[in-house]
């Protein structure tokens, strides 16, 4: 009755890692009796818990970064369990520096220490392998319950037979994590979603390691995203896992859709991305992307246009061949790099060896002012040498297109398309017994065309539609041609005993319809090859 009203004062002794708590507002002494009563009123209603692991942890020798981030992820660990799975560590030869060393590399093992890992640790001493060996290189064996670890034992028994089990898996303790692809987490969550088993099988063979996840908690908020908030649907889905399995792997909250709303913030479409160049979501947004859009940004290119273009930009190193690329094409005269590289950004894709090249092959042409030439139709330099470049410049010079053309070359006469253009108008122009020009046959319309000839435009497409496109084709059909008319025979006979000799004209170029239609040169972009 004669005590005062009660307050809480909270102390700490840190040698029993407890909270104590002791009563009263008065300086009076508390007898032994109501001391008691208090601490274990503190024990029962306030068990310091973190605490309690972290003594555990610290006995193991961890200080601190290490022991802060293992402490205060796992405080609402059970200390008591964690404590009996680090004596039956200790109980098979695991020193206390090598627990410690198993902490560091997998912290998630104090959540697997917890869980008696007696049982695994037996059946690896059973089969006479070394448990300390295969935890220091595996420590996820840990993760394993008795029934999979002797599924694993089994087929491996099967494997590499009975005698050599235990001197595979000190060899290849990751091999103990196997299971059968049906009991996969992520792959039973895919086949939900629809996913084929072609694809599925594509993801086994290039991401097997995403089959070793314990949950498809990640990959589940991941295809969620996608399907959810972008609006894939189930084929873009399978299309997108089947070009880019380690997306799967990726931390949506800090890889996926950082990067995203990063670049749907600068004009970039996620579609663009997501459909030709996913790879560019495992960048790091900080280290790698942000700095090359302000590289692309300082030199005036139009950052959206460019990366919408050519998405694979996001992956070209910045140090390694952005820089270098930039300083190369200025040093050969190209004055206005961002107008190039905001309509050819697969350039910078290029090496500098192949640019080199083609930049020393056009100045042997006599290309006049080369590098303003380059600024206005950059895409000459994404045209392979060997299959675009020299095959159309040799047969231009062969007809004697090239003769005497020093200060005409422009860069669209050599980006024409050799058997989708030139050959077949050089042979129309000799059926028409008209002489060509550079122009005429790489850069002037279709109408523009037939009207210098002073034929019909349905005509001329008749004709080039019949061209032969394919090296072993020499076959030649045109509706409107007379049905009594052999063009095979038209074609060798005009080779052997109708050649027109154009040398007046064209210096002494021999030009024969069979000559222009009976050779092809694949065209093709080298930076999209």
Known sequence: ADRPALSVVRGRMPEYGLGVEWQGRHQRKTGPLQLLICLCYSVFSHPATSLCVRDVLASLGLRGRVLERLASSHGAADARALSDGLNALRDVGIRTKTAAELLRKQPRAVEWLQQSPTPVLSALHAIGADPALILR????????????????????????????????????????????????????????????????????????????????SNVKLTTNYFQDTLGLSSEQLNKLVSSCPQLLGLSLRSNIRPTLEFLQAIGVRE???????????????????????????????????????????????????????????????ITVPAQALSAQPSILSLSIESLQAKIAFLHELGMPRLGAQLDSYPALLTLSLERNLRPTAAALNEYGLLVNSSGKLRARHLAASLDGRIRPRLAFCWLRQHTPSL???????????????????????????????????????????????????????????????????????????????????????????
């Not at 063979?205 to 314990?214: H, R």
């Not at 947004?285 to 930009?313: C, M, Q, W, Y």
């Open 439 to 529: 122009s005429l046959v790489t850069t002037i319309s279709d109408a523009g065309f037939c009207k210098r000839l002073g034929c019909p435009l349905s005509e001329w497409l008749e004709f080039k539609a019949a061209c032969p496109r394919a090296a072993n084709d020499t076959s030649l059909s045109v509706p409107w041609f007379p049905e009594s008319l052999d063009i095979e025979q038209l074609l060798f006979s005009a080779r052997d005993a109708h050649e027109m000799d154009y040398t007046s004209t064209l210096g002494a170029a021999k030009l024969t319809p069979y000559h222009m239609l009976s050779s092809n040169v694949a065209a093709g972009s080298e930076a999209d090859g």
């Open 137 to 216: 290189c595996e420590p996820a064996v840990l993760s394993l319950d008795e029934a999979r670890l002797g599924q694993a034992l089994a087929f491996l028994r099967g494997y590499v037979g009975e005698g050599r089990v235990a001197e595979f898996v000190c060899a290849q303790p990751h091999a103990l994590m196997w299971r059968s692809d049906a009991e996969a987490p992520v792959l039973c969550y895919l086949r939900e979603l629809g996913i084929s088993e072609r694809v599925l099988k594509r993801v086994k063979k290039t991401f097997p390691s995403l089959l070793l996840l314990e949950s498809a």
């Open 271 to 333: 579609e663009r991305i997501l459909a030709r160049h996913p790879q560019a979501l495992g960048l790091s947004l900080e280290a790698n992307i942000k700095p090359t859009v302000e590289f692309l940004r300082s030199l005036g290119v139009d950052v959206s246009r460019a990366i919408n273009s050519h998405p694979a930009l996001l992956s070209v190193s910045l140090e390694g061949k952005l820089v270098p690329t930039v300083r190369f094409l200025l040093s050969e005269g």
